[in-house]
T-cell receptor, first 115, second 115 residues
Framework: AQSVAQPEDQVNVAEGNPLTVKCTYS??????LFWYVQYPNRGLQFLLK??????LVKGSYGFEAEFNKSQTSFHLKKPSALVSDSALYFC?????????????FGKGTKLSVKP | GAVVSQHPSWVICKSGTSVKIECRSL??????MFWYRQFPKQSLMLMATSNEGSKATYEQGVEKDKFLINHASLTLSTLTVTSAHPEDSSFYIC???????????FGPGTRLTVL
């Protein structure tokens, strides 16, 4: 069965510093991986995805993620954090075992960027 | 990106009443819509998947007679929480896709509070 793990409940970063939000995955075949961001009382906003190709994926708002097959990781990164990046971040994998293409989400990581 | 709306954004109801939540894809035809439930500080849990014109597929443990899903058109899916109870209080989020393995676009969510 497919699954994703986000080992950190919360990540604290000072504004201007680089940030990393970790995600590891477990799939039986080639992974389809996603990152979403959620602001309070809002739905999810798509940041980026990895399907195939270049291991470094660039997404919205200056975020990027690196697919590492040997470490089964897909960590989200940003070179310089902004206070406005503070939100809840979800890593997700497409459920290839299902027939509908639904997503399986990690438990989320709260990112707090302090000025 | 594509836009998905939900209505209402929040609702408060008395125990025993039924509540209908609408999910609309505003600028694309959504052949597949997904309904998620999110408890405070937790991840999204898939409740059911609906395809236009057919019955919804419910995840294990989700009562289909309590959470009625209708996907009557390519732009509208509804979730009706029947005979709501306080334990049904949650944040309900829908997503829509133009194909089984196409990108999912998320609605802003509906906060349901049952008194």
């Amino acid at each position: 069965a497919q699954s994703v793990a986000q080992p950190e409940d919360q990540v604290n970063v000072a504004e201007g510093n680089p940030l990393t939000v970790k995600c590891t995955y477990s799939v039986s075949g080639n992974p389809y991986l996603f990152w979403y961001v959620q602001y309070p009382n809002r739905g999810l906003q798509f940041l980026l995805k990895y399907i195939t190709g270049d291991n470094l994926v660039k997404g919205s708002y200056g975020f990027e993620a690196e697919f590492n097959k040997s470490q089964t990781s897909f960590h989200l990164k940003k070179p310089s954090a902004l206070v406005s990046d503070s939100a809840l971040y979800f890593c997700a994998v497409r459920d290839l075992g299902g027939s509908q293409g639904n997503l399986i989400f990690g438990k989320g990581t709260k990112l707090s960027v302090k000025p | 990106g594509a836009v998905v709306s939900q209505h209402p954004s929040w609702v408060i109801c008395k125990s025993g009443t039924s509540v209908k939540i609408e999910c609309r894809s505003l600028d694309f035809q959504a052949t597949t819509m997904f309904w998620y439930r999110q408890f405070p500080k937790q991840s999204l849990m898939l409740m059911a998947t609906s395809n236009e014109g057919s019955k919804a597929t419910y995840e294990q443990g989700v009562e289909k007679d309590k959470f009625l899903i209708n996907h009557a058109s390519l732009t509208l899916s509804t979730l009706t929480v029947t005979s709501a109870h306080p334990e049904d209080s949650s944040f309900y989020i829908c997503s829509a896709s133009s194909g089984t393995y196409n990108e999912q676009f998320f609605g802003p969510g509906t906060r349901l509070t049952v008194l």
